[in-house]
């Protein structure tokens, strides 16, 4: 059976959190072995602090753009942008996010180049301590 819950009391998240504590906090002996814990890649930019003076969040995600996979135009002249950005990731908007930053900067999105297994110990680790 599949079941899909948010973990509650994580914070508002600022750079220089460690984002393993606080998730292996609110986690609390709720993940089993064999869970998959998802994590948001804004909660990590937050805590690493990936957050850019951009005046415009367009040509931030232009900036951010290496290839342009698809592009859609809205009836109300809204460009959707599908990218490959400069980590090779690709992403709507470039991984580029303006939603809950401070006025005249966006976050950007940041590839994790840790490998799986490595990724998941340093996850883990915290809980089973």
Do not use: Y
Request: glycine share 6%; net charge positive.
């Amino acid at each position: 059976m599949l079941q899909i819950w948010a973990l509650e009391g994580i914070p508002e998240i600022s750079t220089g959190v460690d984002l393993v504590r606080v998730i292996a906090d609110a986690a609390d002996g709720t993940l089993a072995d064999g869970d998959i814990l998802v994590v948001t890649s804004k909660i990590v930019s937050k805590s690493e602090g990936r957050t850019v003076a951009a005046d415009d969040r367009e040509a931030a995600i232009t900036a951010e753009t290496v290839r342009v996979v698809a592009s859609r135009t809205s009836e109300s002249g809204h460009i959707t942008r599908i990218v490959e950005n400069r980590l090779g990731v690709v992403a709507a908007a470039a991984g580029v996010d303006s939603s809950n930053t401070p006025h005249g900067t966006v976050r950007c999105f940041r590839r994790i180049r840790m490998p799986r297994p490595a990724r998941s110990r340093r996850v883990c680790a915290p809980c089973s301590a």
